[in-house]
């Protein structure tokens, strides 16, 4: 073991066991792995490249049947296609305990089914009829692409109105909003976006 202290204080503390270190500590962390006294710069498992870091450690699989895990550190050895197989074999794989998906967007816990789902046509990421729209599920694609707005035959006469005031909004410059630090605020527009009839 380390050893330690002062030579007025013999038991106190311990010395790093990390060979280019030997710091003395006060308040040493001993090793659960290899159980050797460290400091606090060198007491995880990479700083001192413990041997035993993973004693403690499980590894899990899932079955896609059930949605179950099943762990596979008390196996020896066997492979795990094995123990899914022994699994599927013993009885207690119900694939009606199957999770549902549901929906990726943060803190939404909807189920996505048949009826309630929709695929976003930009991103291809299967989400809620709440989060179809990008913006709502800060769609990578959309962010990233200018806006544009198509202007199609009208269904209605508002809706005619609404598509041309769209289109309009979307080909402004800054210059026709008057954000210009050029200075002329009395120059006339260039050409009307909106032309009323």
């Known amino acids: 073991m380390g050893g330690g202290g002062t030579e007025a204080f ?5 010395h790093c066991q990390q060979p280019d270190c030997k710091q003395l500590d006060f308040l040493p962390f001993t090793c ?11 007491r995880s498992y990479m700083s001192h490249s413990c041997p035993k870091s993973d004693h403690n450690s499980r590894k899990v699989i ?6 179950i895990s099943i762990e596979t550190t008390g196996h020896g050895g066997q492979d795990e296609e094995a123990i899914l197989k022994k699994h599927q074999n ?10 549902k998906p549901i929906c990726p967007v943060k803190r939404c816990k909807e189920v996505l089914t ?20 990008p913006a709502d599920h800060a769609c990578g694609r959309a962010a990233s692409s200018p806006v544009s707005v198509s202007v199609t035959a009208p269904a ?3 809706g005619w109105w609404n598509n041309k005031f769209l289109a309009a909004f979307a080909s402004r410059t800054e210059q026709e909003c008057g954000k210009s630090g050029g200075g002329s605020s009395a120059s006339a527009p260039r050409n009307p976006s909106v032309k009323a009839y």
């Open 10 to 14: 013999p038991d106190l503390g311990k």
């Open 32 to 42: 659960e792995g290899c159980k050797q006294v460290f400091c606090l710069e060198h």
């Open 62 to 67: 899932i079955c896609e049947t059930c949605s």
């Open 90 to 99: 013993s009885g207690t794989c119900d694939p009606q305990n199957k999770k």
């Open 114 to 133: 048949f009826s309630n789902s929709s695929t976003c046509k930009t991103c291809h990421i299967k989400v809620c009829l709440k989060h179809r729209f």
């Open 156 to 158: 209605s006469a508002s």
